[in-house]
């Protein structure tokens, strides 16, 4: 690499008192193909799927293929009673608070409690085999089952046709495990980082109220209530039903157990190993509750209770999908929705728990093992299930080691359904509500949302954006204000990079952000200005039109403070990772204006495929070689003497 | 601003031989109302639109409002007889060039040729008095024809239903005014750059493939041609024509003086002082075949001619536009799109031409002029104006100054209307065929593509697909694809940002990366990796995950190596100029994870915006305000002695 060393052979206070100027580089040159190939494996397979694949037998191959998609597998030659003990323990503990949360939640669906039931047993089983998370509980959740509901019932009045709005339930789940799959399959799981964060936290909070509010129809006893979701109509049905529909020994026992259960929740908050107090007592409730009403007969009183729930295992219910007609476009549609808010709960709580325990989780395979077993679950009269945050977190304290406990807590599922289930008989409804109450309460995540508001102010505002639309209007527009403010930000961060004028901290040849050093020295004459962005169609525009402003704002600076005038204008180009066409064009552009002022254009360390492309175009003939440095530091120490000689 | 010295005090080869450790700076804290205001302004407000107006007298603000408006009376108090006299030459050249290709392009609209000349006369006049742009020339133009054309026929039948046909074009004409003024108004002009120069070349060059295809029609006489505009379906009408369809005596018109068109077009490019050859041999043409039609009176043997054009300047036409039913909503629709298109072309032409004469273009002032001299043309019998860019490149290459040169267009169009339009009836179609393929072959820019190719491979795929999409489905087909490549581009952007692994380049304290800069040495036991990008919700895992891989891969080299284990992890956060809670997560969980490992987590450089939410979030404090330092350089100074420890 040849070095070159500035006319006058010094004047700078470059580093280590002698200055060697090194040149900008041009990478090696990448042919076509190789280059394509790198594009496509940092877009699909940046997490380099197949390293495990590399040089190994053809049997061992084949071996590794079964193995990645059941990782079952790989991982159960290494299984021990040990970690058999700990499945067990945490798999009854699951068993325990999922069979009460099922029977609800098939409610919030709009379906008779059993098919809550049906979808803890078949998919845990499916999910066991393929998944790779080692602790999430897979089953129906609130928010899903509740956007389900929603979602079918604008299509068919699940009163008025319980069979064919059935038939559409299964109909979406089975395209949500479709859509699921496929996105894994065609390595699109990065998909669903575009949901931010933010809008994730506002919407499940927004769900939950929105849960809770439901619930206030078996909580209070209330027989007319309103199908809107939206708070201000909840409200209106509550308080319409107040003079002749609350009905008082509903409420008593709803309240006490609802404080029963919150009271666990606290103890179990309190001390990490009292885990087990809130796990087990919606079971407790539910069982107390059941023998009271049983005895007491408070039925007769207008307590509503469960009245039947069938005995069996899943039905076969490949025969009830939809494959044609006007349900089956509505039901892909109301899959596509559903399915990929119930895949983004399931990765987040599986990278959640892999990061805690320090494994890696591939998000590509996890939906291709999400997607199958939601197809399964919808041939065997399953709504759709996906992991459950809450259960998920007991699951992990309970001590489980692998997805054994998802099958131990399936086979519970299973016996309760054969031989249990008329037992239920007498559960009254208010103790369903209490318990997703309960449960539902854990998704507000008000410490989640301070934490936004401190970090990022437009993330707060895309929070409580999704928030206020699933407590005020519905849950769909809800999701559809986190995905619009989501994409708004992305496009925001393109169309709109940060410029910084940049200045020399005193006693170092460190060049930084005048606004956040305030002690860096702007030089004289000279304007650095750093662009923190790639340069593409969508901000060059913007770059070159900043630059141009930021430069007339220091002119009148120095004009006004009687400084010499800007003669070199020096880009940092470190943060600017790629260029396109447009980019070029602007930075051509930006070479013009300022020669008719007599302004040297600088660029200062672009980086690779900057560099090559500002060769490809001959921009860099144009503005010339010499002109391109490798950091700022060498660009002011080669135009300082030169500024001292034009005064001169 | 406090400096700390390293625990040894020495053994870096850091700046002036003395090491001096200059702390990350948090950058004064700004309020809510300030960041918010900030924000706003640099998206809406980013070129500073209202700073003529500090500092003003109330009665001077008003005057600079109503000249914020109108323009034309900043600068007509400035105009002069030098600066007529080249609008007038300019006028009466872009005049010649307009009227037979107007009579042209109103064809691909499927409308009669009086309505490309209204086009001319109204719009041009209201944008004289609005638009800022110097050298734009205004009137219809061929691809934004041929869309609203395409997009109007697909909806009523312009031969059975002439009348109808011609108010959804007005009222498409008013909704793409609305549209385009709405956007400027709102200041969401940024809006345009989402499609990408390399789309847009594409798709102008299928759309000029397409127009001159479209000509065969009048070029070869044929009577029945399709409809579709694919060039499948035009070859097949043409060769299915050809037994008994073709018309020798059209053909011969036609191929003459296109010969003559294209020579004069060349002899332009040669010499760029005859740039009016070209200019004008289009009336020449019209002139000399309308004579010798009807001299011969040819159009007994088959040549087709213009037959009539009405005579009388543009009639009022505000009772035709749709402001209810099917028609209103597809008015709207068509308007977006046809409107959107008009928009980019035009601001485009605006930006190049004020950039070539260095003066500035409001792009958002610029499209309330466009949107409002639309509106008012569909109020006045005219359909969707724009810059045309073959007349704007005449208009300046004739010298014009001003705007006025419009205005003179304009009027010698309006005398043209009241009355030469009867000299029209002899000319024969073939010859608006021959001006119209020559003025769309310039819309083919190879160079451009050519250009494309070499700086970005994925730009030249968005640029084909743009092109073959129009050439072989259609002009709305090619579009959409333009515009879904256009944000594919956007989101892998922000998906996929690039990281790199930094070394250090011999004899300076300078760290690049190691693909880029061969020589740049990696430091034992000490990993930097560069992050380019942001960290937002789209990338954040990706980025953690890509960190965790380049880890992975360097410890399998050092192990191979039998080089000292990885210790420091550093990310240069240089490029990283903004994160968001989802960021903040990863980067926690990344520094979860190489805790597990035993690896020190080391920020250097963190730009004002991540420095302040890395102590908002309280990250700062769980890695140590000591592992966060200015520079690469610096870290590497404190951790290589700690290193040399551990490993003593």
Redesign the interface.
Known sequence: ?AKTNPPDGGGS?A???TF?R?RV????KEG?LK??KS?VQ??FF???PLRDFKDQTASKKVLLGIQAVFPIIGWAREYNLRKLRGDVISGLTIASLCIPQDIGYAKLANLDPKYGLYSSFVPPLVYAGMGSSRDIAIGPVAVVSLLLGTLCQAVIDPNENPAEYLRLAFTATFFAGVFEAGLGFLRLG?LI??????AVVGFMGGAAITIALQQLKGFLGIKKFTKHTDIVSVMQSVFAAARHGWNWQTILIGASFLTFLLVAKYIGKKNKKLFWVPAIAPLISVVVSTFFVFITRADKQGVQIVRHIDQGINPISVSKLYFSGKYFTEGIRIGAVAGMVALTEAVAIA?TFA??K?YQID?NKEMIALGTMNVVGSLTSCYIATGSFSRSAVNYMAGCHTAVSNIVMAIVVALTLVFITPLFKYTPNAILAAIIISAVLGLIDID?AV??W??????FAACMGAFLGVVFVSVEIGLLISVVI?FA??????????T?VLGK?P????Y??T?????AAKIPGILIIRV???I???????VR??IL?WLREEEEKAKAADMPAIKFLIIEM??V??I???G??SIE?LH??LE?KEIQLILA?P???V?E?LH??RFADEIGEENIF??VGDAVAICSPKLAEQQA
């Open positions: 690499m206070d580093n280590d008192n060697v090194h580089a041009l990478p090696p076509l280059e394509f594009v940092e877009t940046h997490d380099a990065f980082d575009f949901l931010s964060h933010a990278r990061a805690m320090d998000g989640a934490l936004i401190k970090i990022d102010k437009l993330d989501s930000k992305i496009l925001l961060q393109v169309t709109r990079p940060r910084a901290l006693r170092t040849n460190v930084r952000n606004l956040q050093y305030p002690d923190d962005s790639a593409y169609f969508s901000n060059s525009n913007y039109e900043r402003r470190s943060p990772t790629d396109d066409t447009s070029i064009h552009e013009k204006s008719k360390n980086g690779p495929v560099t492309k490809a175009s490798l950091s």
